[in-house]
């Protein structure tokens, strides 16, 4: 079967750094998206990692390792703004899993 | 905006009766996919459809059909409705790639199903 785990809920304040994890167990993986959704609306695709290491966009990064069936999104600068779900999915042949979810509240 | 639409955006129905939503992929893409999420639940692919040809199905109740038409709109039938089958229905597009799909999704606003 596949399976995803992230955190229920982080908390951080305005302007710090704040990391949502996420371990998968699948089989036929391509690769690791993160989705970011707001109560209420649709999700939206953060950023994709196939291969192994960091992909950088704007303040948002994600990491993946392959061996240890991990990856990370990294949130930098936090804004009020970012406060919403956090998904990580992957890809298994035709099927998409994603994760429970992570819900970011971010403190002013 | 995504370039994905669905309608109808709200839809209040009874148990047993039979609904369909409506997808249209954003402009050039090939595929599209559906999704059930319940309240404060995560995201079930339900069926994924490219160029018309189903590709993958995922945790799709017998009760529900989808077909994706030659213009690229996509239907998702649900019938027989029952109280737990309330949801906001996505569907999402991504663009032609290998395999039939690439895993850049973009997700119209939803579909919010109350049965009663």
């Known amino acids: 079967g596949q399976s995803l785990e992230q955190p229920s809920e982080v908390t951080a304040v305005e302007g710090a750094i704040v990391q949502i994890n996420c371990t998968y167990q699948?089989?036929?993986?391509?690769?690791l998206s993160w989705y970011q959704q707001h109560d209420g609306g649709a999700p939206t695709f953060l950023s994709y990692?196939?291969?192994?290491g960091l992909e950088e966009t704007g303040r948002f990064s994600s990491f993946l390792s392959r061996s240890d069936s991990y990856g990370y999104l990294l949130l930098q600068e936090l804004q009020m703004k970012d406060s919403a779900s956090y998904f990580c999915?992957?890809?298994?042949?035709?099927?998409?899993?994603f994760g429970p979810g992570t819900r970011l509240s971010v403190l002013p | 905006d995504s370039g994905v639409t669905q309608t109808p955006k709200h839809l209040i129905t009874a148990t047993g009766q039979r609904v369909t939503l409506r997808c249209s992929p954003r402009?050039?893409?090939?595929?599209v996919y559906w999704y059930q999420q319940s309240l404060d639940q995560g995201l079930q692919f339900l069926i994924h459809?490219?160029?018309?040809?189903?590709?993958a199905k995922g945790n799709i109740l017998e009760r529900f059909s989808a077909q994706q038409f030659p213009d690229l709109h996509s239907e998702l039938n649900l019938s027989s409705l029952e109280l737990g089958d309330s949801a906001l229905y996505f569907c999402?597009?991504?663009?032609?790639?290998?395999?039939?799909?690439?895993?850049?999704?973009?997700f119209g606003p939803g579909t919010r199903l109350t049965v009663l």
């Open positions: 999402a597009s991504s663009p032609p790639g290998r395999r039939g799909g690439t895993d850049t999704q973009y």
């Open positions: 402009s050039g893409d090939l595929s």
């Open positions: 459809y490219y160029n018309g040809e189903e590709r």
């Open positions: 999915a992957v890809r298994s042949g035709q099927n998409f899993v």
């Open positions: 699948t089989s036929g993986f391509y690769g």
């Open positions: 990692n196939a291969l192994d």
